[in-house]
């Protein structure tokens, strides 16, 4: 499924390119304000940090919700205390695009993180000249070399990489990348399957100059404790916020998690 949903983003990125190259693509990024501090907005507090994700629709469960209005939406984020936003722009299985996180950027002063299957340079180029501050990569995803090139890829244009494991290994891969924000994801991509405990398992190798961030599987503020008891900082959460009623309330109650 991995190899799919990565084939998928980067056919869907080579077809842009064909209508538009990657020097037009650098210029418009090189003409944006300065990425924010999305490290800075994340670091280690007294209260779990968030990551409110815009998500229409995913693989695992289908359609989530409409949001017709990404922009409005992540301004009730914000409003609940959210410290950053993710916007999903896979177009394909997850109904995202790039046009949800420009208008995005435009509604909100917290960092973007560019939510895909990153796998080359023109991809985080737009994600750049879309506004966003982080992009995430999955190690999963991504040959080591690759990875590393990437990695400093997205450095050069000024935004943080936000590295995605789900094992031991990719957590120690990442460490050694330097990563600052390295997120544990609990749903296995290829089955699917949420582990709640992967965090507790993993999180332990990640040093403390690093921001550990627990991805997924967040359903109500139980699990945001159980994820913070672990030593998560931040938890990345989507489904619970996009189906969960009022969105700031329920941003409000995770970020009050200590
Ligand atoms: O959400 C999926 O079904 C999915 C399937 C395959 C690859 C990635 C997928 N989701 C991306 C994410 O990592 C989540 O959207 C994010 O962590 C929030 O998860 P949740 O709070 O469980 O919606």
């Known amino acids: 499924m991995l190899d799919g949903l990565t084939a998928g983003a980067r056919e869907d990125a080579a077809a842009r390119r064909a209508d538009r190259p990657l020097s037009a693509v650098e210029a418009d990024a090189a003409a944006q304000a300065a990425a924010l501090d999305a490290v800075a907005a994340l670091s280690r507090a007294d209260h ?9 629709a995913s693989p695992s469960r ?11 939406l992540a301004a009730q984020y914000t409003a609940g205390g959210a410290h950053a936003i993710s916007v999903l722009t896979e177009q394909r299985r997850f109904q995202g695009s790039l046009a949800d996180l420009e208008a ?3 509604a909100v002063d917290v960092p973007v993180l560019r939510k895909d299957f990153i796998a080359d340079e023109y991809q985080i180029a737009e994600a750049r000249a879309a506004g966003a501050d982080l992009v995430l990569l999955i190690v999963a995803a991504l040959d080591e070399s690759t990875l590393r090139r990437l990695y400093a890829h997205v450095l050069d244009w000024g935004m943080t990489p936000l590295v995605e494991t789900h094992s031991l290994d990719e957590a120690r891969l990442a460490v050694d990348l ?14 699917f399957e949420l582990d709640r405990e992967l965090f507790g398992r993993v999180a332990p190798i990640i040093p403390d100059n690093a921001i550990r961030i627990a991805e ?12 913070r008891r672990a030593g ?14 009022d969105p700031v309330a329920t941003a409000r109650q995770f970020v009050s998690v200590s």
């Open 178 to 191: 330097g990563a600052q924000l390295i997120g544990v994801n609990a749903r296995d991509l290829t089955t």
């Open 104 to 106: 995005v950027r435009a």
């Open 232 to 245: 998560a900082d931040v938890v990345l959460v989507g489904e619970a916020l996009v189906t969960g009623g």
């Open 62 to 72: 289908g359609a989530l919700a409409s949001i017709p209005d990404p922009a409005a």
């Open 216 to 227: 997924s599987a967040v359903l109500g503020v139980a699990d945001v404790e159980h994820y």
């Open 48 to 56: 779990v940090k968030l990551i409110a994700e815009v998500k229409r």
